[in-house]
């Protein structure tokens, strides 16, 4: 695969061996109850912002208003990935059982590796089944979030205590 000569420098022994060691421990960290989410609070900027980087490297030479073009949309991009997962992780650790954190885990992994494998055999397909899944997931977000406001508006208007006799 022929990438713009602007992404040369991720080539580089050192940063594929960084990236690697960061993924190793996204890898680790993704596994653990609440871990996660203090990792996932730490990566509120690194997310949106390296893809927002990415995306202009990508572009090759451009002029500033694609350049800025590129980086809103890599950026909204990160952000909204990173803020569907992060939700989703957080109604994942307030379930009871550890087990599920692990499942949905090895569930993310497993679809990345295949969306990455299927967006270099068919990038249309790919990027079709990533906007398809980026839709579900923030729809999923949403619902998360619509229900737990509703209880806590449940919960702010029932009565405190039991009813006394007039």
């Given amino acids: 695969m022929e990438l713009p000569a602007s992404l040369d420098p991720l080539a580089s022994g050192w940063v594929l061996a960084a990236a690697a060691a960061l993924y190793l421990l996204e890898f680790l960290a993704d596994k653990i109850p609440w871990v996660d989410t203090v990792w996932d609070a730490a990566h509120t900027i690194v997310r949106p912002v390296g893809a927002a980087v990415v995306a202009v490297a990508a572009l090759g030479?451009?002029?500033?208003?694609?350049e800025i073009?590129?980086?809103l949309l890599g950026g909204a991009i990160g952000a909204s990935t990173h803020a569907a997962k992060a939700?989703?992780?957080l109604v994942?650790?307030?379930s009871p059982e550890p087990a599920s954190n692990v499942f949905v885990s090895l569930l993310e992994d497993g679809f990345v590796i295949g969306l990455v494998a299927l967006l270099l055999t068919h990038p249309l397909l790919g990027l079709g089944l990533a906007l398809i899944a980026l839709v579900v997931a923030l729809t999923l977000v949403a619902i998360v979030v619509r229900v737990a406001l509703g209880r806590r508006a449940?919960?702010?208007t029932a009565p405190s205590g039991p009813a006394s006799p007039p």
Avoid: L
């Fill in 61 to 66: 030479p451009a002029t500033p208003g694609m």
């Fill in 69 to 71: 073009t590129a980086a």
């Fill in 87 to 89: 939700g989703t992780r």
């Fill in 92 to 94: 994942v650790n307030a």
């Fill in 154 to 156: 449940r919960r702010r």
